[in-house]
């Protein structure tokens, strides 16, 4: 019910597979650090069956899990459905480019066009990877080639246009010093990432560095890919990262140098290059364990 509850917020109802996949651990709420036991997915299959409380709070619709009196948003994620399907054809062939500059190691879809669930005036937000000492170039040439063909995010369009907001070199792949206390949208966020372009396994590696997401998500597991995979155009040179950073520090906006480094929202150094600044992580936070009082869970 606490998983349910959390999806609740976004408007997503879950399948059974779904369910099993983002079940919330209870230890996590504890603070344990040993990572929670996995349940079998007929398990869950079972309590939705045969759990009479369960059964009271719950609704199904089209393979769909939701709250009751929540059964218009079954017919909301498949609209969004078939609005990711176009942004994720536009994130490929934009990441052939990206993929090309050297030093990217690899290119994920992220937040929620990840979870096929966009809304159609939305961006498309991209995670990258770069190697060491390739960050501020990669980002750099990345943004500038978007720039040049209409594709990054402005004051008056912002629907299918690139969001490059989140870069981290591959030897700081572990987010866990980002997290909130109690973070369920970070963990959400980490798991959910499909990677469309990845370079020497950097995806399998920052799995392994984030494992700590299994206290909450036990059942998390790392989803292959391969249809969503693109493949670079041509190689692109990058300028170097000493002149890079100085090129783009000078220019960062008033909004972005009063936020920077003061919490995890702004991150800005060599290893990280995080642009949240409208990180609503602890709001969703708050509502999520608002309602799960109101829940009596």
């Not at 399948?15 to 349940?39: F, I, K, M, V, Y």
């Not at 000492?133 to 990345?142: E, I, P, Y």
């Not at 402005?154 to 969001?163: H, M």
């Not at 909004?255 to 600044?277: C, G």
Request: with cysteine.
């Amino acid at each position: 019910m606490s998983t349910i509850a959390y999806f609740d917020l976004f408007s997503f109802p879950l399948t059974t597979l779904e369910l099993w996949r983002w079940l919330h651990s209870d230890r996590s709420q504890s603070g344990c650090t040993l990572h929670a036991a996995r349940c079998t997915l007929s398990e869950i299959d079972r309590s939705l069956r045969e759990d009479l409380d369960i059964r009271s709070r719950l609704l199904t619709q089209g393979g769909f899990w939701f709250l009751r009196g929540r059964g218009e948003i079954v017919a909301e994620r498949l609209r969004r459905q078939r609005i990711a399907e176009r942004k994720y054809a536009r994130a490929r062939r934009v990441s052939r480019l990206l993929s090309g500059i050297a030093g990217v190691r690899m290119i994920a879809v992220a937040n929620t066009l990840a979870l096929s669930a966009s809304r159609d005036e939305g961006d498309i937000d991209l995670f990258v990877v770069t190697k060491p000492g390739a960050l501020w170039s990669v980002r750099g040439t990345a943004a500038g080639l978007l720039d040049l063909l209409g594709l990054r995010p402005s004051n008056d369009r912002s629907r299918d246009a690139i969001c490059l907001s989140f870069l981290v070199s591959d030897d700081a792949l572990n987010l866990s010093a980002l997290a909130l206390p109690n973070d369920p949208y970070l963990a959400h966020w980490v798991a959910s990432l499909v990677s469309i372009y990845d370079n020497g396994g950097i995806y399998d590696a920052f799995w392994k560095a984030n494992e700590w997401i299994l206290d909450l998500l036990p059942n998390a597991w790392n989803r292959q890919t391969i249809e969503r995979a693109a493949r670079p155009l041509f190689p692109i040179p990058t300028p170097p990262d000493t002149f890079a950073r100085k090129y783009q520090w000078k220019r960062f906006p008033p909004l972005i140098r009063e936020m920077m480094n003061l919490d995890s929202r702004v991150v800005v150094n060599d290893y990280m290059l995080k642009f949240h600044t409208n990180d609503r992580r602890e709001e969703f936070r708050d509502r999520w364990i608002e309602k799960c009082r109101e829940m009596n869970l």
